[in-house]
C-alpha cells in the first residue's frame, strides 16, 4: 500500500516563527506537492516537486518554501507564519509513468497560528 | 483562468441516489478524477475517466462526461451512511515541466440521512 505520512497532525504556532511541515512518501514516486485547504476554496496548490531540488510554483506560493533533497521526503516551510497562514495543509505523491497518474495524500496537518 | 467547480451540499436520504455535479473550464484535460475525503483523513482517489469516455461505472458509481458543455458527474446508488464525505472532482493538465498538474474543485459535502 502507497502510504504518504506528515510530520504532525495538529500544530500550533506563533506568528513570526518559522514551521517546518514535513512529508514522507514510500512509494518511490517522482512528483511531490503541497496543498492548502481551506473551507468553500477546495484544494490550492502551493508548491509541487517533479525530482530532487526541483520545484515549480503553484498558485499559491507567497509566505511559502519548499525543499526536496531526498526523492522520499518534500519540506514544506513557512519562513515567518502568519495568521492567514492558520490552514489544514496536504502533501500529496504521484507517479510521472503510471496511469492514471493518481495523487495519494497524507492525512494533513492541521497548523493554527496565534 | 483554470477553475473547477462544484456545490459546497448535497444531502440525500439512505438508499437514494446522489448526484453531484462539476464543472471544468480545461478542455485539454486528459484525465478527469473523483476524490473522497472522510473526516480527518486526506483525500483518496474514488474513480476516475479518460477524456475521450463519456461514461465509466464502477459498482454503485457512475461516471458521466459532457465534454462539449465541459460537465462531469458522479452518480452514487443506494447511498449509505458511510457514503456521507467530501467529494472532490478534479482535472489534470500537463504542465510545462512535463509533470501533470492537477486543479481540484471545492468540494461538495454529501450528508445522507438515515
Known amino acids: 500500500d502507497v502510504k504518504v505520512t506528515q510530520s504532525s497532525r495538529y500544530l500550533v504556532k506563533r506568528t513570526g516563527e518559522k514551521v517546518f511541515l514535513e512529508c514522507v512518501q514510500d512509494m518511490d514516486h517522482e512528483n511531490m506537492f503541497w496543498y492548502r485547504q481551506d473551507p468553500g476554496l477546495g484544494l490550492r496548490l502551493i508548491y509541487f516537486s517533479y525530482d530532487v531540488k526541483m520545484k515549480e510554483k503553484g498558485d499559491i506560493p507567497e509566505g511559502y518554501s519548499v525543499s526536496r533533497e531526498k526523492k522520499e521526503r518534500f519540506s514544506l516551510i513557512l519562513e515567518s507564519a502568519s495568521t492567514n497562514q492558520t490552514s489544514m495543509y496536504l502533501c500529496?505523491?504521484?507517479?510521472?509513468?503510471?496511469?492514471?497518474?493518481?495523487?495519494?495524500f497524507g492525512p494533513g496537518t492541521r497548523l493554527t497560528v496565534t | 483562468g483554470e477553475d473547477v467547480e462544484q456545490s459546497l451540499f448535497l444531502s440525500v436520504r439512505e438508499g437514494d441516489s446522489s448526484v453531484i455535479n462539476c464543472t471544468y473550464t480545461d478542455s485539454s484535460s486528459t484525465y478527469l478524477y473523483w476524490y473522497k475525503q472522510e473526516p480527518g483523513a486526506g483525500l483518496q482517489l474514488l474513480t476516475y475517466?479518460?477524456?475521450?469516455?463519456d461514461m465509466k461505472q464502477d459498482q454503485r458509481l457512475t461516471v458521466l462526461l459532457n465534454k462539449k458543455d465541459k460537465h462531469l458527474s458522479l452518480r452514487i446508488a443506494d447511498t449509505q451512511t458511510g457514503d456521507s464525505a467530501i467529494y472532490f472532482c478534479a482535472e489534470s493538465t500537463l504542465f510545462t515541466s512535463g509533470t501533470y498538474k492537477y486543479i481540484f474543485g471545492t468540494g461538495t459535502r454529501l450528508k445522507v440521512l438515515a
Open positions: 500529496a505523491s504521484s507517479s510521472r509513468d503510471l496511469y492514471p497518474y493518481e495523487q495519494y
Open positions: 475517466i479518460f477524456s475521450n469516455m
